[in-house]
């Protein structure tokens, strides 16, 4: 019995100061992510979606809504789709413009393999699996949506393909609005596909 759990990264926020917002509450899609979340509710608009769940971040929660409703669905929330924890949050973290120049930051980079700044890796790829295994289930024979963030998505795929969970940012593949889908044979993972409806975007913005 083939069941798919697509991952879905929002759409772009609206974000006018460019600060690691985080879990932050109050950051919107913007125009631009409002028209991305209808662009992938288009683009699923004929798969068998029965069952979709979102992280409980507003635009994480906006990003959902257009693609429920032409399910003929409901929102379902799941706290561990949520943003990964990062003590930089709320502060613009550019390389050489904002809160990595300074000094009383430094001790909280003295680890990127954990990473020692936020929520360590492999508490996000375990509580993302959860997510993942919770809506397999209530979709099992069909398809399910799971609305969540860049880093967890990332983080659960390195994981599931068996690769070091500290990575470049700069080189995820997880743009605004796509798709990491999760082919399951039963309960067995037996395949990930990865697509972008809504186009690429740039993984170093922050703020996107």
């Given at each position: 019995?083939?069941?798919?759990?697509?991952?879905?990264?929002?759409?772009?926020?609206?974000n006018?100061?460019?600060?690691?917002?985080?879990?932050l509450?109050?950051?919107?899609?913007?125009?631009r992510?409002?028209?991305?979340?209808?662009?992938?509710a288009e683009?699923?608009?004929?798969?068998?979606?029965?069952?979709?769940?979102?992280?409980?971040?507003?635009?994480?929660?906006?990003?959902?809504?257009?693609?429920?409703?032409?399910?003929?669905?409901?929102?379902?929330?799941d706290?561990?789709?949520?943003?990964?924890?990062?003590?930089?949050?709320?502060?613009?973290?550019?390389?050489g413009?904002?809160?990595?120049r300074?000094?009383?930051?430094?001790?909280?980079?003295?680890?990127?393999?954990?990473?020692?700044?936020?929520?360590?890796?492999l508490?996000?790829?375990?509580?993302?699996l959860?997510?993942v295994y919770?809506?397999?289930?209530?979709?099992?024979?069909h398809?399910?949506?799971?609305?969540?963030?860049?880093?967890?998505?990332?983080?659960?795929?390195?994981?599931?393909?068996?690769?070091?969970?500290?990575?470049?940012?700069?080189?995820?593949?997880?743009?605004?609005?796509?798709?990491?889908?999760?082919v399951?044979?039963?309960?067995?993972?037996?395949?990930?596909?990865?697509?972008e409806?809504?186009?690429?975007?740039?993984?170093?913005v922050?703020?996107?």
């Amino acid at each position: 019995m083939t069941t798919i759990v697509h991952m879905l990264r929002h759409g772009e926020v609206h974000n006018p100061e460019r600060i690691l917002y985080g879990r932050l509450p109050g950051f919107r899609l913007s125009e631009r992510g409002q028209r991305q979340a209808l662009t992938v509710a288009e683009a699923v608009a004929g798969h068998d979606i029965v069952h979709v769940v979102a992280s409980p971040l507003q635009r994480a929660q906006e990003t959902a809504s257009p693609i429920a409703g032409a399910h003929r669905l409901d929102v379902r929330t799941d706290e561990r789709l949520i943003e990964a924890a990062n003590d930089f949050e709320g502060q613009r973290v550019s390389v050489g413009d904002g809160a990595l120049r300074q000094p009383q930051h430094w001790s909280k980079l003295r680890n990127p393999f954990r990473p020692s700044w936020g929520e360590p890796y492999l508490e996000i790829a375990h509580r993302m699996l959860g997510a993942v295994y919770r809506a397999r289930a209530v979709a099992e024979g069909h398809e399910a949506l799971c609305v969540s963030h860049q880093l967890p998505i990332w983080t659960l795929r390195r994981f599931l393909e068996g690769k070091a969970l500290w990575h470049d940012p700069r080189r995820r593949q997880c743009s605004l609005a796509s798709l990491t889908s999760l082919v399951f044979n039963g309960e067995e993972l037996v395949d990930i596909v990865y697509s972008e409806p809504a186009g690429s975007t740039d993984p170093k913005v922050t703020g996107a």
